[in-house]
């Protein structure tokens, strides 16, 4: 069993940047990036996979960045020029294998972490 703790979120200014961190307990093939906003579904942010390979969510390319350190088993995710929109508990996940094209659907990875809230202001 891996246990996931995600670290960075907090309050920001629109247009602001944020970095949020998640240290598993153990090693994983796929480490990724969700979020869930108040009244709505579970939704994927970006992925990577091995380590190498990423994907990312539409609404977050080009302004979010996911990055691993694997030494660590740590997973990274840079927020740059944050939304209002982005507003949302973050949650990381983990699994030990890499599923496509459902890389995207909560149900692709076995481990979750607890959460982190970002609230951006406009």
Do not use: H
Not at 93 to 99: L, V
Not at 105 to 112: G, T
């Amino acid at each position: 069993q891996v246990q996931l703790v995600e670290s960075g979120g907090g309050l920001v200014q629109a247009g602001n940047s944020l970095s949020l961190s998640c240290a598993a307990s153990g090693r994983t093939i796929t480490m990724a990036w969700f979020r869930q906003a108040p009244g709505k579904e579970r939704e994927f942010v970006a992925v990577m996979w091995s380590g190498s390979r990423t994907y990312y969510a539409d609404s977050v390319k080009d302004r979010f960045t996911i990055s691993t350190d694997n030494a660590k088993n740590s997973v990274y995710l840079q927020m740059n020029s944050l939304k209002p929109e982005d507003t949302a508990l973050y949650y990381c996940a983990a699994g030990s294998r890499f599923y496509y094209p459902d890389y995207y659907a909560p149900r692709s990875y076995e481990y979750w972490g607890q959460g982190t809230q970002v609230t951006v202001s406009s």
